[in-house]
Nanobody, 115 residues
Framework: QVQLVESGGGLVEAGGSLRLSCAASESIFNFNAMAWYRQAPGKQRDLIARITRGGRIDYADSADGRLTASRDNGLNTIYLLMNGLKSEDTAVYYC?????????WGRGTQVTVSS
């Protein structure tokens, strides 16, 4: 069973930065892709960035040039660096992995930006 564990969320002032981490229970090369999503209160879960097995990173508009995804192959971990945080970035941030056409999700980590 694939397990994904997010960490790094918290309360931050507007303009601040956070780095989220998502540790996978197995080699990230087993996955077709991994991704970061977020879900704000009362809204749908939206894609932020997707990292393919080959390492290509695709961003959704929501990344806004301020959110940067990366990965550490040796640690089986992906990251989301968030700079210039705004109140509208307040959301639960989820890690996703696609494995054998099945999507797996972490439990999420809360990011709250105070203005």
């Amino acid at each position: 069973q694939v397990q994904l564990v997010e960490s790094g969320g918290g309360l931050v002032e507007a303009g601040g930065s956070l780095r989220l981490s998502c540790a996978a229970s197995e080699s990230i090369f087993n996955f077709n892709a991994m991704a970061w999503y977020r879900q704000a209160p009362g809204k749908q879960r939206d894609l932020i960035a997707r990292i393919t097995r080959g390492g290509r990173i695709d961003y959704a508009d929501s990344a806004d040039g301020r959110l940067t995804a990366s990965r550490d192959n040796g640690l089986n971990t992906i990251y989301l660096l968030m700079n210039g945080l705004k109140s509208e970035d307040t959301a639960v941030y989820y890690c996703n992995a696609n494995f054998l056409d099945t999507n797996y999700w972490g439990r999420g980590t809360q990011v709250t930006v105070s203005s």
